[in-house]
């Protein structure tokens, strides 16, 4: 009778225990959840920002192997970047490209995070020529990695700076047309 009753306490002390546990997150979560992004004049809602990114990455952990996994983080590495999060949002693309390599935006993160992040945020050219590179080797046959060969060129550059290659460049086409 003792061991009977052990075993029945320990069942419920199990169900107790997963139904104390975390909810699964569903699609559905994530869409309510991303609709409070933007309030109704269509501007940022920055208040629903962390928790709307703690969901996504949430949905990533519990669901790694669905389909849309990457997707949500992409999305949540997009807001972070606009809301200047350069920590979370290299936390993010990190973790893009080590699980999801094979996604096709992971070089459009990498891309961003160089650009945006490193270079627009944090003014750190060397990290931000080190993450086009990676883009370079790693994805050498993707548009991506043209765009990252010419964004290269432009660090370190103010923005007249750039324009002023732009320009010239052009302007090098042009005559050579002639």
Known sequence: ???VFQIVMLAVLAFGMMACGEKKL???????????????????????????????CKFVEQNPDDATAPQWLFKALQIEIKTEESEKAIEICNKLVEEYP????????????ASEVYDSQLHDIDKARATYEKVISDYPDSDWAKNAEKMIEFLGLTPEEILSKIVLSNMEVEEGEW
């Open 1 to 3: 009778m003792k061991k």
């Open 26 to 56: 569903t699609q559905d979560d994530l869409k309510k959840a991303e609709s409070t992004l933007v309030d109704e004049q269509g501007n940022l809602n920055k208040e629903a920002v962390p928790a709307v990114v703690e969901k996504f």
């Open 102 to 113: 094979d996604y096709e935006y992971t070089p459009a993160a990498l891309v961003m995070t």
